[in-house]
Structure formats: C-alpha cells, structure tokens
C-alpha cells in the first residue's frame, strides 16, 4: 500500500494540463467512479484491518484533496489557449432557445378548468379503458337499450364487458359511487368511437363531463351554469335549448350558439335521471342534479376558428406554434 501512495503521488505531480481535454483526463484518472486510482484506493481499504485502515483512510483523504486542489487551481487561472474556458462567467449573455408551447386543446381544457374551479367545482378524472356497467348500464343504457347503437364502440380482449369508454359520464358513475352529495364535478379526457374520420370526427375526442347534485337542484340551475360557461369562453353570445333525448338525463336538451351568421351545436345536458341516481345509491327523493357534456375540440374550432377538426392531431410545428402568445 505504501509503495502505491508513493506512486501515485509522482503521478500527480508529474501530470501537466494545458487544454480541458487534459484536465477531463486527469479528473477521470484519479477520481473516476468506476476506475478512478483513488476510487480503486479507497475500495481497498475494506481488505485491511481496521487499525491501518484509519491510517491509510487518512492519506488517501489527503490525496483526493491535492487532486481536487489541483484541478481548482488550474481552473481559478483560466489558463487556457483556444479550448473551452472552465470557470464560469455569470456575465455572459445566455443562449436564446426556443421553447415549446402548450396545446390548443390543452389550453381549452385548462380554461374549462379554471372557469369551474370559480364556481365550486372541482377536477376529477378516470380511466379510459371501462367495463360495460360503468360505461353504459350504470348511465340507464341497459344491452337492449337502442342508444347503444349511437356510440359504435371499441371493445378490447374480445371481451364484451372491456372498451374504450365512449364518453367521460363513466367518471360520474365512480365519483357517485364513492361520494356523498353534495358535490359539483368535471372531468375533462380523452374518449373514442368508431366513427369515420373526417373534418368534423374522428374516433378520438375529448370531452368534459360537469355534473351537480345536491338538494333541489333545478333546471334553472343547469341554465345558469351553461351560460356561465358559454360567456366565459365566447363572451356575449345568443344561446337556445333545444328538446333532445339522453337515456341519463330526463329532461335532456342541446345547446346552440349563434356564431358566424348560424346556429352551431355546442353541447348536450339535462336533469339526471333518477335511475342514474339509484345506480350509485343515492336517494332521487331527496336528491337531484344535473349533468352535461361537451367536446373540446368542437369549442377549439369555434374558438380558433378553425375548419378542420384532424389538424389538432396532426403535431405540425407549423400549426402548433401559432398558439404560442397563449402559453
């Protein structure tokens, strides 16, 4: 062990730098974590006995802090001709890079967000691969019920009872099932159907689900609500409700905005049925609520002014970095 601490006492002595190519050489050498000659030293010492151990330990210290002395003071005199300057400037000017920005879609989601956190709601979210019950049975779509015909879906596994969930109503049913009302919800994820892609569908959207329960929640409630929502994002805009059917809300109706000279279906709501209610054990003569849905990408078109709807998915840069005085 003494003839080896000689030696490597020579080594750095003996080791010149004059480029930071040298000094990366001379720092891996000696202090490298797998081959580093003093790593290696320091691995040794668990071979001899305790009592030299300590002494030995103490002489190899103090040669890890004449390397790392040296490599300070050849840093500290900047002494380096055409090669990278080690020590660090703070007054250097930094190098401009562009940076990404965020999704149109992301950004109409995290206004939906924000627009209801205001008002008492609060973010939840679910899984987008559903079992049937939550899915469709819960919601008062039983097997035999025609609406299933509506939503053509995507089933895994050659399994029936597996899919990709066909809207973000399933969240309603696992939040019903674990809460106690009252409570005002939204979640906004992906869902899929099959559906031929065009620029107005595809089979991948997404969509933001809201629904209040509480005591004598009203139609008029759900009213207030949807134009709250529609001013915040349009700003003054005329809104009609139209009679509509959705086996999990009873009434149900769409909505409409008036937007470049015609009216232009924005969402679908309506008071939750009372079976829904009973599906996840809540009491309809006590309770009501309402609940309503609307796709993201169909606000991003109105919004951005957009004609097709396949452009949000395309990840073209030079689509995508319009929106960056949005970020």
């Not at 995290?110 to 919601?139: C, K, Q, S």
């Not at 399994?159 to 809460?179: A, D, G």
Request: hydrophobic share 35%.
């Amino acid at each position: 062990m003494d003839n080896k601490i000689d030696q490597i006492k020579k080594k750095i002595k003996c080791f010149h730098m004059k480029t930071y190519d040298d000094l990366e050489t001379f720092r891996i050498k000696f202090l490298g974590k797998k081959r580093g000659i003093i790593t290696i030293l320091f691995k040794e010492l668990k071979k001899i006995s305790i009592h030299k151990r300590k002494i030995y330990g103490k002489i190899i210290n103090e040669l890890k802090k004449e390397v790392q002395e040296k490599i300070l003071s050849f840093q500290s005199k900047n002494n380096i001709q055409n090669e990278k300057i080690l020590k660090y400037d703070p007054t250097i000017p930094g190098k401009s890079i562009e940076i990404g920005s965020i999704h149109p879609l992301s950004m109409i989601k995290n206004r939906m967000i924000d627009i209801f956190l205001r008002i008492g709601f609060i973010y939840v979210d679910g899984p987008e691969i559903e079992d049937d019950w939550h899915n469709f049975t819960a919601l008062n779509i039983p097997i035999s019920h025609p609406s299933r015909d509506m939503q053509d879906t995507f089933f895994l596994c050659k399994n029936p009872e597996i899919l990709l969930r066909t809207h973000t109503s399933s969240v309603q049913i696992r939040y019903m099932k674990r809460h106690h009302p009252p409570f005002r919800v939204l979640s906004v994820g992906k869902v899929y159907r099959n559906e031929t892609i065009s620029s107005r569908s595809n089979f991948i959207f997404h969509q933001a689900e809201g629904f209040y329960i509480d005591k004598k929640v009203s139609f008029s409630d759900l009213k207030q609500t949807i134009h709250y929502l529609i001013t915040s994002l349009f700003g003054k805009a005329k809104i009609r409700f139209r009679p509509s059917y959705f086996p999990f809300t009873e009434p149900s109706a769409e909505v409409d905005i008036y937007c470049n000279s015609e009216w232009l279906e924005i969402m679908g709501c309506g008071m939750i049925d009372p079976k829904v209610l009973k599906n996840v054990d809540i009491d309809p003569e006590i309770y009501s609520g309402f609940a309503f849905g609307v796709g993201i990408e169909r606000l991003a078109l109105m919004i951005y002014q957009m004609k097709d709807i396949r452009i949000y998915f395309d990840n073209d840069i030079r689509f995508l970095r319009q929106f960056k005085s949005e970020f």
